[in-house]
């Protein structure tokens, strides 16, 4: 059964701190890693990963996947208030499948 | 707004009863999702539609659970004899439908309370 794992589940730092979320994954026939963000809502999109060693960037937010260790890191530099949210990782797996399997999430609270 | 939308936003019903929600996708986009989210979990997968046909369906969909896209635009869920632990967010989702790699758009859900 394929498998996501977020850590830390829940983290909570001050304005201007960088913090660095985790992703680990065991599936088979890996296509694709994606990082969302949900702020009580709908899951916005933020990256999409397919290669090794690629970083992704947005303003402050970052991501980058390792294909041989099986995991992806997200970094958010300068963090501010609007950035508490959950933040999920999922992946999509399988020969023919679309489907995401999702880890539980890393719940981030960003304090003035 | 052109993103995905999602039709209640909200719906209490008694345990029995039977409930159905409404999901349009993003225009153009062939590919509809559909996805169940509890408290402190992240979403999980239940069925897929590439246009009209339903072509994947978790073990999680119980025969209890239907979903439709009778015309390859919008879909409907439809939960029978309700139970109270279906309650949960229904999430919508859509991809274009072009590719192997894609991002899914989520819509806001429907969050479901079954007393």
């Known amino acids: 059964e394929d498998k996501v794992v977020q850590s830390p589940l829940s983290l909570v730092v001050h304005e201007g701190d960088t913090v660095t979320l985790n992703c680990s994954y065991e599936v088979t026939n890996f296509r694709s890693l994606l990082w969302y963000k949900q702020e009580k809502k709908a899951p916005t999109f933020l990256f999409m990963l397919?290669?090794?060693?690629i970083e992704k960037k947005s303003g402050r937010l970052s991501s980058i996947l390792d294909k041989k260790e099986l995991f992806s890191i997200l970094n958010i530099t300068a963090t501010q208030t609007g950035d508490s949210a959950v933040y999920l990782c999922?992946?999509?797996?399988?020969?023919?499948?679309?489907?995401?399997?999702f880890g539980k999430g890393t719940k981030l609270s960003v304090i003035p | 707004d052109t993103g995905v939308s999602q039709d209640p936003r909200h719906k209490i019903t008694k345990r029995g009863q039977n409930v159905t929600f409404r999901c349009d996708p993003i225009?153009?986009?062939?590919?509809l999702y559909w996805y169940r989210q509890t408290l402190g979990q992240g979403p999980e997968f239940l069925t897929y539609f590439q246009n009209e046909a339903q072509l994947e369906k978790s073990r999680l969909l119980s025969d209890r659970f239907s979903a439709e896209r009778p015309k390859g635009s919008f879909s409907t869920l439809e939960i029978q004899r309700t139970e109270q632990g279906d309650s949960a967010m229904y999430l919508c989702?859509?991809?274009?439908?072009?590719?192997?790699?894609?991002?899914?758009?989520f819509g806001p859900g429907t969050r479901l309370l079954v007393l």
């Open positions: 999922a992946v999509v797996s399988g020969a023919g499948s679309y489907q995401l399997t």
């Open positions: 989702a859509s991809s274009l439908g072009l590719g192997r790699q894609e991002t899914q758009y």
């Open positions: 397919t290669s090794s060693g």
């Open positions: 225009s153009e986009h062939n590919r």
